[in-house]
Each structure stands twice: as structure tokens, then as C-alpha cells.
């Protein structure tokens, strides 16, 4: 169905570019994060959950209340879409029957909650027919370049993969742009932590997004009083705009809160930072984490400090994947 796949176009929102599921109104029966995994989908006749038939796709449960079910996604790749697929493979009776999608272009860590509350959609896609079992691909027609996308499904159902067709903008003039400071592909280092019993510290600062708890940091159940921490070394003196604490593949076990301090000692080592009496800058106060979920805090624009390390707590303990420090380097 629908028009032939240009060879010069790329999938914006593939896994392996970086894309991501970020929110999903419901994900009871199957995962949203299948939505941007490589092929197709598989279907396995007697593979089944506590929750019924195992399915290679995002299924969401069947809707007894008004309204419908969505999924919002980023790009990982932000760029001029071309053409959208969206694939129903194996999906016969539990499909949707009709689609929709929105774009809109925010920096790329924009907090959740702002995407929500805040952002002026466009309707790149007006609501179609869908068939099931099927790659239901339609052509779109906007020049603009976007960086995330809103796939509605009505009223509820199944969708095996969704594919974001276009041409990528050039990096180099992308507006949106940030640099994460603790990357250890930017010079970013772990110095120290209270545990890691699961797995390493190291892994928070690792390139791309985690592919299971075990690639993340996790402390071991925590039965005493205190908290678990994580001190880092930022790759360049940095002023701290955005921070990520992405939660992903920890569902039942991610941290309840955390909070993030900051200081400048440029020339102090990992044993002189244990032992120094170090004056801690509070970046980010105590606030609540969500599972398997970036969460995306956004520092006070008065928040002018350089730093050069950053103490990351968490709340009695738990697992975070990934930690990313946002902002903008000094000379």
C-alpha cells in the first residue's frame, strides 16, 4: 500500500539512529519501545504473558472510555520526513482501524512534561484507514524539519514498527544541538560511588541508550539508613543547562528520587575528592524519578556557576541507565 520508498531516505526514528519512544498513553499487552526495534516483528503462535498473547509490537489494551490511545517518539535524527510506514505485521484482529500522526520541533532533551503541556503540534498525517497484517505507508508532504512525532491510533490496538522515512538535517546546522559534559566520549569520568553491586558505574556515562539493566548502573538493595551516590568528573569546565536521568529497562527497581550537586576543582583527583572537605553546589533538589523513562529536568537560567565535578544521589538506591549533564562548555 501506498507510495514506493524513495532510496535516498533513511529512517529518522530507527533504534540504531538513536531514535526513541518516549510516552505512550497505554502499553498493557506489548511495549512501546518495539515500535523503532530492527525488521519487522516476529510472531511465535504459543508464546503467551500473564497478560495474554505475546506480540512484536506496541499493543495498548482495549479502550472502554472515550478518547484514544498515542505514542510520542523523538527522532533520532531530526529531518524532513518524506514517508511514514506504519506496520500492522501479525497484527490481524487487534489492529487499529484508522491512524494519525503530529510532528513538532523542540531542543532535544525538552522535559516530558513540557512536550505535553506546552508544544504546538502539527498534523503531518490526517486520519486514515489502516489494514492489518500490513506496512500502510503513506507519503507526506512539509518541508519543515522536525524532531518529534505523535502517532495516534483509534480507537486502540496493535502496531508491529513505525517508520519515520526522510532526509536528516546537517548536523552542523542543527539548532537543537547539545553537549552532553559527562560523556566519556567528551572526557566525562567516574571517580567513585557507595555500590554497585549489579552493575557498573561506568556504564552511566557509556555512548547511546542502554540495552538492559545490566547495562546501567545498579546498587544493591539498600537496608540501612542513607542513600547511594555516584561522583563524576565532567570532560570540560561546564555550565549545567539540562539534566537526563534516563531510567530505561528499570521498571521495578529504578531509584524514587534523586538529587544533583556540583562543584569546581579543577585540580583535584579522585582520592582528594573523597577525603576534601568540598563545598557542594545544589543543582537539582530532591525530586521524583519515573521507571524506564527519561527524566528530563531543566536547571535555573540563573544557575551560573562552571563546574568540573558533579555528585549524583539517589534515593534509597536502585538502577539508572544513563546520566547526561546538558549544557554549554567555558573557555
Known amino acids: 500500500m501506498g507510495p514506493k520508498l524513495q532510496k535516498d531516505l533513511i529512517d529518522l526514528a530507527s533504534e540504531s539512529n538513536g531514535g526513541r519512544t518516549l510516552l505512550a498513553s497505554d502499553e498493557f499487552f506489548a511495549s512501546k519501545e518495539n515500535l523503532l526495534k530492527p525488521g519487522r516483528g516476529e510472531f511465535i503462535s504459543d508464546k503467551y504473558t500473564d497478560r495474554g498473547k505475546w506480540m512484536d509490537g506496541w499493543e495498548s489494551r482495549r479502550k472502554r472510555t472515550a478518547g484514544n490511545d498515542w505514542c510520542i517518539l523523538r527522532l533520532g535524527k531530526p529531518g524532513v520526513i518524506k514517508e511514514l510506514d506504519i506496520d500492522t505485521n501479525h497484527f490481524v484482529g487487534n489492529f487499529p482501524s484508522q491512524a494519525s500522526v503530529d510532528a513538532c520541533r523542540v531542543p532535544t532533551f525538552t522535559a516530558l512534561g513540557e512536550i505535553m503541556d506546552e508544544v504546538e503540534w502539527t498534523e503531518i498525517l490526517s486520519r486514515v484507514e489502516l489494514q492489518g497484517d500490513s506496512q500502510n505507508r503513506f507519503a507526506i508532504h512539509y518541508e519543515d524539519s522536525f ?126 575528592i573523597l577525603i576534601s572537605t568540598i563545598d557542594w553546589l545544589e543543582l537539582l533538589p530532591v525530586s521524583k524519578l519515573s521507571g524506564n523513562q527519561e527524566n528530563i529536568f531543566s536547571i535555573a537560567s540563573n544557575q551560573t556557576e562552571t563546574l568540573t565535578h558533579i555528585r549524583f544521589n539517589i534515593y534509597p538506591d536502585g538502577g539508572v541507565s544513563r546520566l547526561r549533564i546538558i549544557g554549554r562548555p567555558v573557555p
Open 147 to 272: 524532531t518529534h512525532l505523535r502517532l495516534n491510533i483509534y480507537p486502540d490496538g496493535g502496531v508491529a514498527r513505525f517508520r519515520v522515512y526522510g532526509q536528516p538535517e546537517d548536523s552542523a546546522d542543527d539548532r537543537n544541538s547539545f553537549t552532553d559534559a559527562a560523556a566519556s566520549e567528551n572526557g566525562g569520568e567516574t571517580l567513585a560511588c557507595s555500590d554497585m553491586h549489579f552493575s557498573h558505574m561506568e556504564n552511566l556515562i557509556k555512548p547511546g541508550i542502554g540495552t538492559g539493566m545490566s547495562d546501567g548502573w545498579e546498587t544493591k538493595r539498600r537496608r540501612g539508613p542513607g542513600h547511594d551516590w555516584v561522583i563524576l568528573k565532567l570532560g570540560l569546565p561546564w555550565i549545567v543547562e539540562r539534566i537526563v536521568v534516563d531510567t530505561l529497562h528499570f521498571k521495578g527497581n529504578f531509584p524514587d528520587s534523586c538529587s544533583i550537586e556540583g562543584c569546581v576543582e579543577p585540580d583535584t583527583d579522585r582520592d582528594a
